[in-house]
C-alpha cells in the first residue's frame, strides 16, 4: 500500500511514519502540511491510501474531503481528527471518506484502519458508530435499497450498537432470525460487516 499522510503536525507525521517503518505492506510515499500540497502529490505520486486530517486545509468545513474524492475517486481516504461531532463523521463519509479515527485512537486500531481501507473495506472506530446515528426519520427522496421494515429496524438498532441478543429482544424475534436477517441486510446493501453496513447505509440515507 503506497500512503500519502496530510497532516499539518509535523510530529505527528513523525510518529506515524515511526510507527508503520516496520510494516512491509506499506510504504509513505509522500507528506503534506497543507491542502495545496496534499492535491500536487495526488497529480504527481501514485496514491493508494490518504491518511488525512482535514484540518489541514483553511476552507470551510469538509471540503478538502470533497476535493480529494473529486480529484482522486480512486484513492481511499481516512479522516484522522479531534473532531467527534456526528454531522462532521456523517458528511466526512458522504464526501468520500472510506475511514475515520480520533486522534486519540491507538496505534493498533490506527493500523487496522490502514490495513482494512487497503483492502477495500470501511473502518470507523468503535465509539463512532452511535455518533453517525440522529433518531429522526431518515430523509426523503434519497435513493434507497428494496429493504423491508424489519430490515431497516434491524439496521437501525445495528446503528445505535445493539447486539444480536439485544435486537432480538427489542423485536421480540430469535437470535437466530436476527442474524439471517443480517445476512440478508449484508446482501442487500453489497456489505460484510455491521460497520460496513452502517457505512452504506448513512451514505444511502437510510439512517441519519
Not at 106 to 114: D, F, G, I, R
Not at 135 to 159: E, K
Not at 164 to 179: C, F, H, P, R
Request: glycine share 6%; proline share 3%; net charge negative.
Amino acid at each position: 500500500m503506497r500512503l500519502i499522510i496530510a497532516d499539518n503536525q509535523e510530529v505527528y507525521r513523525e510518529g506515524v511514519k515511526s510507527l508503520l517503518a516496520d510494516l512491509e505492506w506499506v510504504t509513505v510515499v509522500g507528506e503534506a502540511d497543507d491542502d495545496v500540497a496534499l492535491l500536487e502529490l495526488l497529480e504527481q505520486v501514485a496514491t493508494h491510501v490518504v491518511l488525512l486530517d482535514p484540518g489541514i486545509s483553511d476552507r470551510p468545513g469538509l471540503q478538502v474531503v470533497e476535493r480529494v474524492h473529486e480529484l482522486a475517486p480512486e484513492v481511499r481516504m481516512v479522516i484522522v481528527t479531534a473532531v467527534q461531532d456526528h454531522a462532521h463523521v456523517r458528511k466526512a463519509i458522504e464526501f468520500g471518506a472510506d475511514g475515520y479515527l480520533l486522534k486519540s485512537a491507538s496505534s493498533h486500531e490506527l493500523v487496522t484502519a490502514l490495513r482494512m481501507v487497503a483492502d477495500g473495506h470501511q473502518h470507523l472506530q468503535g465509539e463512532l458508530v452511535n455518533s453517525l446515528v440522529d433518531r429522526s426519520a431518515t430523509s426523503p427522496g434519497r435513493p434507497r435499497p428494496q429493504l423491508s421494515s424489519q430490515h431497516l429496524r434491524i439496521l437501525q438498532l445495528v446503528a445505535e450498537g445493539s447486539k444480536n441478543k439485544q435486537i432480538a429482544s427489542e423485536l421480540d424475534i430469535g437470535e437466530t432470525t436476527v442474524k439471517s436477517q443480517l445476512r440478508m441486510v449484508y446482501s442487500l446493501l453489497d456489505v460484510s460487516s455491521r460497520v460496513e453496513a452502517v457505512v452504506r447505509a448513512v451514505r444511502l440515507g437510510l439512517v441519519e
